[in-house]
Each structure stands twice: as C-alpha cells, then as structure tokens.
C-alpha cells in the first residue's frame, strides 16, 4: 500500500492566515525551524496507479499539482483519483470537493451521518449535482470491510470514534456513530494503516485495532487541553472540539506508549501545538516516544 500525506496541518494549516502566534509569526518571519503545513488529507493506493483520496481539504489544488503521482494521465482530460472518502464532514476535510468539480462524477464514500451534514447543514452534495455529480456510497461505522472499486487492492473499515459533528451541523451537540470515523485500510499482503486526524478519545476497540496496525496516522491536534486560549487563539478547547491532546496523563503519548508493533505518526497538527517546533522540548518529547509528525509531501510504503 502507498500512503501519501498531502495535508498534515488541522484547520486553517500553518500558518494560518490571519494567526500572528509565536508560532505562525516565527514560520513567516524565518525564526522559527519548522515546516509550513497545509489542510489535513492523504492520498491512498495499492498500485500506485489508481488512488483514493481520503478527505478533500479547503488546498486540495496545491496538494495535486505537487504530487506527480495524481496529476492526470491522458489527454484531454484524466485524474487518477477514482474515489474520495471522507472521515467526517469538517470544513477542512470537505471544502475541496468543490475544487473536484470539473471532473469525472464523484464516488464520494461516508456515513450517512457525514453526508446528511452536507446535503443539510453544508449542502455540497446538492450543489455538486450542478456540476460533476456525486455518487455517495454509504459507509458504515462498524467495522465492517467495504470495498472502494477504484482501489480493488485495499480492504477498508470504517470504526466509529468519540468526536463532534462540525460547528454547522444540526447536530453539533448530539453526537452520532459515524459523525467521526477512524479508517483502517489493509493491503492483500496484510499491511494495514490506522488513520483518525480526529480522536476524541481512545475506547479498548481502538486500542485493539491500533495495536494490530502497522501504521498509525492519529489526531496530534493538540498538545494540551486549553492550548488556543492559553496562545489568546480563542476559547475552544480540544475536549468541546472532539481531539485527544498528546501530553499529560491519558495523553496520546501515554495511549500510544503501549503499543509495539505499529509506527506511529501525528497528522492534523494546529498552528498552536508546540509540537511544529522543530528545536522545542515537546518535539524531542515525541521522539523520545517513538512517535513522528506527518509532514506534507511524505511518503510512506507499507
Ligand atoms: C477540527 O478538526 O476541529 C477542525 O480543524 C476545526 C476547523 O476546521 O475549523
Ligand atoms: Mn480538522
Ligand atoms: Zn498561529
């Protein structure tokens, strides 16, 4: 399987437009030794040739055009992304389906939770019909495998996770299996990635599919609870926001310390996690642990 990280930054990337943080500051004035981060997405494949792209960010134009290996094929017009499949229906991980609309219809993968936001409260499936069209295929939350036709290769699994529907949704403050989903995608050889950006929280399931996963690419959102208020960034805090922050006791670090067998990597890292720093104490905390950021453009082959 052929993992492409084409946004590893949560909402807003970084730096974030209109941020002036030390962190964002310190990355556009050149003090700071840290990668600039678009919007959570990856790209995945069995052969290379055909690709499924998991969660279409708000930069999904920049993500393609510097990734060769999603650039069209044939003339006159082509992509090798067959299928997008979404694992909630945040704005940074849906606002890109609206720059796929001048291609082929869309095989759009989700639960019904997920797509009833956006034919509701963020109507893209409706307005998408004016343009390319949208076939959604529902997902279950259950862990059930499905198939996607364009990657034949890949068995996928979609496991319900603590989370919130997003801020528009109607049901923001009444949770539903399947607003949040983890995404486990296994190869014919057994390789298997974990993919959650977003994780509330960790239940002995996850634990379960976690430990048998080869990779693990999970929410480093946050490195603690109150980090954007702490930084004057606002009052929302990762608990109310549906993220599991990485330090302090029932951390990320501390869930993942456990496990042995999986590489483990943050992805959907915000412009006010401490973590960006490439020289800070955090950073070398992380890699005291074992655990790797997601940087836009990596590669990983499993
Ligand atoms: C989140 O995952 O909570 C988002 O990044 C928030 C947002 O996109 O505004
Ligand atoms: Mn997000
Ligand atoms: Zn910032």
């Given amino acids: 399987m052929q993992v492409r990280v084409l946004g590893s930054g949560a909402g807003g990337g970084f730096p974030q437009w209109n941020c002036a943080c030390a962190s964002c500051e310190g990355l556009r004035r050149g003090r700071l030794s840290a990668q600039p981060r678009s919007q959570s997405s990856i790209a995945l494949s069995d052969d290379g040739e055909r690709w499924l792209l998991v969660n279409a960010s708000p930069d999904v134009r920049e993500q393609i055009n510097r990734t060769p290996a999603l650039w069209p094929r044939r003339a006159p017009r082509h992509t090798p992304i067959g299928a997008v499949l979404l694992v909630d229906a945040q704005i940074d991980h849906v606002t890109g389906l609206l720059s796929l609309r001048e291609g082929p219809r869309l095989h759009l993968y989700c639960t019904e939770?997920?797509?009833?936001?956006?034919?509701?409260?963020?109507?893209?499936l409706k307005m998408l019909e004016h343009y390319c069209g949208v076939t959604h295929h529902p997902v279950t939350a259950d862990g059930n495998p499905f198939a996607v036709a364009a990657v034949p290769g890949l068995t996928l699994r979609a496991l319900a996770v603590p989370g919130k529907a997003p801020p528009y949704s109607p049901h923001r403050h009444d949770p539903?299996?399947?607003d949040n989903v983890a995404l486990v995608a296994e190869d014919r050889r057994g390789a298997r990635l974990f993919y959650a950006p977003g994780l509330g929280g960790i239940t002995s399931a996850l634990i379960q599919e976690m430990t048998a996963a080869d990779c693990l690419l999970v929410d480093g959102t946050f490195w603690t609870n109150d980090e954007m208020a702490q930084r004057g960034c606002g009052n929302n805090d990762a608990a109310s926001m549906g993220h599991l922050p990485q330090s302090g006791p029932g951390g990320m670090i501390e869930r993942l310390s456990g496990l042995h067998k999986p590489r483990k990597i943050l992805i959907h890292i915000n412009n006010t996690n401490p973590i960006l720093d490439d020289d800070g104490a955090e950073r070398r905390q992380l890699a005291e642990a074992g655990i790797e950021l997601a940087y836009d453009g990596m590669e990983i082959a499993l």
Avoid: K, M, S, Y
């Fill in 176 to 178: 539903h299996p399947g």
């Fill in 113 to 124: 939770p997920v797509a009833a936001d956006l034919r509701q409260g963020f109507p893209l």
